[in-house]
Structures are given as structure tokens and as C-alpha cells.
């Protein structure tokens, strides 16, 4: 089982893209196996609750998401919430997350729009039974320079979040093959 990154701006420019790679980044740097999915390479059409679901990039995107040991997910902030495309990969993927452990990785444009996935969280957390871990990370663009995160307060609580994901998953689901 593999921990799974995403990445759900559609933003060419995407600064939550660059959390998400950070992220990405150190958990193959502690040698944890992880899988990256950026939303920018499906065509994911908007959920309709219909004849949506059976695009075939849903299933594709469903399988990953049930068999995630856990689920680190980079969300733009867009309207003081999380963006429409994060929201829609829920929607049109609803029960593969179940009981999933979820970090969240935000990029807003501001200061005050910190609690913009709680509106997400609650409705994983409720709906799915997902565990979401307490520790967001939110960076605006003051964080970053060019591609990569430049802040070291926000690397750090990148590296607190994908080792609080990892702790979580694992103390949850222990894989008894799994070496010590
Ligand atoms: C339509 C739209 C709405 C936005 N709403 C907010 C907001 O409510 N609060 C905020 O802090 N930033 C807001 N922003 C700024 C984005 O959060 C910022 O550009 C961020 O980098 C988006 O993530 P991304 O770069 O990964 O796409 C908004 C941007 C757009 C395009």
C-alpha cells in the first residue's frame, strides 16, 4: 500500500501543486512509499450524480483513493472555501474514502481564509468516516519562491503533516509485514 499525494488545482501555476510536490517529496525521502496524482492530467468531468461516474478517469481515480494507505490532499482556497475541482473529486469519488486518513495542504491567497477545508473535512469526516488529521497546512504566496516552497515554517509543517498522516494511518491499519 502506497500513501497518495494530490494535487486538485487546476491552476497551471498551481501554488497548492508545489505543497503537494513538497509533500510528495518528503515522504520519498523517508523512504515511505507514495504515489502523486494531479488532477491537471484527468479530464474529470464536474459530478452530476449521474452519467459522471462512469467516466472512466473516475474509476481510474476511485481505485487509487480506496487502496491509499493514506491521503495527503493539496487544495486551492477559492471563495473563503476549498476550490470546486477538490470538492468535485469527493463528489464523483465518494466512498473510496472511507475511513481514510486525510491531511490537508492549502494555498490561499490571503491570510484569513484559514479554515476554508473545514466545510471538506466536515463532510469526509461525516459521510465517510474519514480521520482528518489536525494539522493543516495553509501558505499564501509569501511562502514560495518560483516552483518550491521557499518558507521554512511551511516546510516544516509540511514534514508535521505527512508524519502525523503516516502515524495516524499506521497506528489506525497496522500492516503486520511491514518491516520496523
Ligand atoms: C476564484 C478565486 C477565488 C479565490 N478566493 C480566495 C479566498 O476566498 N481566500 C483567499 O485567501 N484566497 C482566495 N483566492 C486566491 C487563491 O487561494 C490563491 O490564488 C491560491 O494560490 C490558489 O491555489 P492554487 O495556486 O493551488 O490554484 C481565490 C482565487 C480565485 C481564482
Not at 79 to 96: D, H, Q, R
Not at 113 to 134: C, E, H, K, T, W
Request: hydrophobic fraction near 45%.
Amino acid at each position: 500500500m502506497a500513501f497518495l499525494v494530490v494535487s486538485s488545482s487546476l491552476n497551471p501555476n498551481s501554488r497548492s501543486r508545489c505543497l503537494a510536490r513538497a509533500a510528495f517529496a518528503r515522504l520519498e525521502a523517508s523512504g515511505i512509499e507514495a504515489e502523486y496524482v494531479d488532477l491537471q492530467e484527468y479530464s474529470l468531468p464536474l459530478c452530476d450524480g449521474s452519467a459522471a461516474y462512469a467516466h472512466p478517469a473516475v474509476g481510474t481515480l476511485a481505485q487509487r483513493i480506496r487502496e491509499a494507505e493514506g491521503i495527503v490532499y493539496g487544495v486551492p482556497v477559492y471563495n473563503f472555501g476549498a476550490g470546486a475541482t477538490a470538492k468535485n473529486l469527493i463528489e464523483l469519488t465518494g466512498s473510496s474514502w472511507s475511513e481514510k486518513v486525510v491531511g490537508f495542504l492549502c494555498a490561499a491567497g490571503g491570510n484569513r481564509s484559514y479554515m476554508a477545508v473545514m466545510g471538506l473535512a466536515n463532510s469526509l469526516m461525516l459521510d465517510f468516516r474519514a480521520i482528518i488529521v489536525p494539522r493543516f497546512v495553509y501558505a499564501n504566496d509569501s511562502a514560495f519562491r518560483g516552483d518550491e516552497v521557499a518558507d521554512e515554517k511551511i516546510l516544516r509543517r509540511i514534514e508535521e503533516l505527512v508524519t502525523t498522516v503516516v502515524r495516524f494511518a499506521r497506528a489506525l491499519n497496522p500492516l503486520p509485514e511491514r518491516p520496523r
